[in-house]
């Protein structure tokens, strides 16, 4: 049962990504006070991450400041800050900042990589879920470039020209897909004493076909446009150690100095916060109407939840399914607080599956149609710019895709902070040389 408060509901949602704005957006003219909590200050728009890794776009270009998305929504307020616990019978959450009430708890926290046990592999490996692993990437794979440039050993040249992307979902596809693009064109004129073009790209996945999610013909159609990009995909295969020098297979070990996570992704902390069982993934159960068995003002949406949809499948962790979520919870909230009965249960509707192959090629599953190829490859650009309404102006970023499509152009191949994103602390920090004023 809600706890009354003297003033006016108040609601607060941790997490500013797809479901935590969906959820603050629908709650805009409804008469509750807001509080938006999130440990960074922007809303990143994590589909397009893959093109910041590889110097398609700047991080300036899918990430947009919190507070200057809701600056005309009088009722949200932003609190930058880290969630330590949530006291359910209290109804406070916990920060590092102080605590704040609620009335109503939207917890839309995101998921972050999983390495399935094997943690020590995300310091050779990073994953793609933040604006600074795709900067680490993206120094990471320019870099290799530019130390095969200057290297006399033709062995570590090799090395340095052989990147390791693991996991054949979406987000593996279109790393691997982009980094050949990036090879063999984008940087084909930059290098003089080697050729960009024989780099290698290898794509690992442990299940019998990539886009598992996908029927099986566009799996096929996908892995035939990686191959034609020269990208060498290897299913059935297990990745058994990841290393600086590498990654170990079953059956080999290959020299890497370039490798890439997509393989797996985790929900940490809700069930702690919310003192709630949790599945494999750390998804939290929760009603049909979105909210916790044991606390019915308490809603978890899009990864941190696990919907049961059809087919014995739950609701993917995928923006639109967020964004269904969040707006469902934000109607239901403004109902309740206007005295309105709330009967309806969520019903996800799948709008379909898309993964983008290079350039010049997607795949994009609509349950009854299937597509793959240019025309494919066009609709997917026009399924993220419509995402991108609201939070930045769709046309500007339809010029700049359409100018880097015509041009090759790369213009965010900065490499910044040369030391490693992981630090090891058991050992002395090495000398740098700091460049004069």
Known sequence: MSKVTQSRPKVVI????????????????APVDIKVIDRRNYHLFQPLLYQVATAD?????????????????????????????VDKQAQKVITEEGQFDYDHLIVASGAH????????????????????????????????FERAEISNSDAEQRRQLTFVVVGGGPTGVEMAGAI????NHALAADFHRINSRDARVILVEAGDRLLKAFPESLSTKAQQSLEKLGVEVMVDTRVEDITEDGVKLADQFIPSATKVWGAGVAVKNVGRWLDATTDRTG?????PDLSLPDAPNVYVIGDAAQVPWKDGLDVPGIAPAAKQGGKYVGKRIKALTAGKAHKKPFRYSHAGNLATIGRHAAVIDFGSIHMSGFVA????????????????NPVFVAMNWFWSYLTFSKGARLITGLRPLHEDHDTEPKPTVQAAE
């Open 283 to 287: 998804r939290v159960p929760v009603n």
């Open 14 to 29: 941790i997490g500013a990504g797809f479901g935590g704005l969906a959820a603050a957006r629908a709650l805009k003219n």
């Open 377 to 392: 490859w066009w609709l997917w650009g026009v399924a993220h710019i419509y995402f991108l309404i609201g939070v930045r």
């Open 113 to 144: 990589h999983s390495y399935f046990g094997r943690d020590e592999w995300e310091k050779h490996a990073p994953g793609l879920k933040r604006i600074i692993d795709a900067t680490e990437i993206r120094k990471q794979v320019l870099v290799a």
């Open 180 to 183: 050949a693009e990036l090879a």
């Open 57 to 85: 776009l700047s991080p300036a270009d899918v990430a947009w400041p919190i507070r200057g998305i809701f600056s005309n929504q009088q009722n949200v307020s932003v609190a930058l800050t880290e969630v330590l616990d």
